[in-house]
């Protein structure tokens, strides 16, 4: 199964889907770090990451492999040099190209395969799955995404004044979303999970019980196509149901089953690639 999970910048989803992954057995795919490894690949081989032409060459030439939770770029771990700040204010021109965005979608199908995969990025359950039986848009409002990037830098040593953080990821917002391909968007099926006033474990439980929801639905699904089975089932098969009416309640209330932590009182969740 497939378990799609995008969101803007700060919104703590690598955490939380490498954590969701691990916690139900799932693989875990960082579509970021492959952007982020074709970026690195055209600055340290001189490449103009405006030419766009020279840049979707280099990233059709390009080997990247996730072992556990180390990236490998053409065999060599590249998983610290992708994070490094020029790699990150760099790496627009990349994931605007569209020959290399078609590029790195095919590889992450390639690479989910059928294996049960938990994919975090931006365009997860539009472009690349966008037959994913459970789709997550996890996002938290710009202020409380500031304030943990603030702290999080904090913690590496880095002083960084609120404002001015909050300032680069309301850039950020903008490009993710106004991009031509594969903008950030939620997609009209997923679960929204709104993670403010939410620690990190309460949106994990959040996130665990959306997916046993989902594949409670999909094994229901199953159930209802094989009728003739269904008398060998029994109780399982009503509990899965009501999971999934609830599922497809939450659904209509509008474009997607939104749900906010807040508003319902309920514990919600926080979420990279490779194998977790
Ligand atoms: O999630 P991240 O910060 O590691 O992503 C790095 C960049 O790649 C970010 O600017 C958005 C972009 N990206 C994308 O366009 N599509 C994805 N599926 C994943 C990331």
């Known amino acids: 199964m497939i378990v799609t999970m995008d969101g803007p910048a700060g919104a703590g989803k690598s955490q939380l889907a490498r954590l969701l992954a691990a916690r139900i057995g799932f693989d875990f795919l960082d579509t970021g770090a492959m952007y982020r490894c074709v970026t690195l690949a055209c600055l340290e081989r001189g490449i103009s990451i405006d030419d766009p032409t020279a840049a979707a060459d280099c990233a059709l030439s390009l080997d990247i492999q996730f072992s556990d939770s180390s990236v490998l770029l053409d065999g060599v771990d590249v998983s610290h040099r992708i ?3 020029q790699v990150t204010s760099s790496i627009r021109p990349i994931a605007d190209n569209p020959i290399i965005r078609e590029r790195l979608v095919e ?9 049960d995969v938990v994919t975090e990025g931006r365009d997860q359950g539009t472009v690349a799955f966008p037959n994913a039986p459970c789709k997550i848009y996890l ?3 710009p202020q409380e995404r500031a304030r943990r990037r603030a ?5 590496e040593g880095i002083q960084a004044d609120l404002d001015s953080v909050l300032r680069q990821q309301n850039q950020r917002d903008l490009e993710d979303t106004s991009r031509a391909f594969g903008p950030l968007r939620a997609a009209s099926d997923a679960i929204h999970v709104f993670s403010d006033g939410l620690t990190e474990d309460e949106t994990l439980d959040r996130l665990v019980e959306i997916v046993e929801a989902r594949r409670g639905l999909a094994f229901t699904e199953k159930l209802t196509e094989k009728s003739t089975e269904k008398s060998t089932i029994g109780n399982t098969e009503s509990s899965f149901t009501s999971d999934a009416n609830a599922l497809k309640t939450n ?3 509008g474009d997607a089953a939104k749900t906010n932590a807040a508003e319902a009182n309920t514990p919600q969740t926080n979420v990279l690639a490779s194998k977790s």
Do not use: D
């Open 83 to 85: 994070r490094s700040p």
């Open 107 to 115: 590889l992450q199908r390639v690479w989910a395969g059928a294996r």
């Open 139 to 141: 996002t938290a409002s």
């Open 151 to 155: 702290n999080q830098l904090a913690r």
């Open 251 to 253: 659904a209509t209330e």
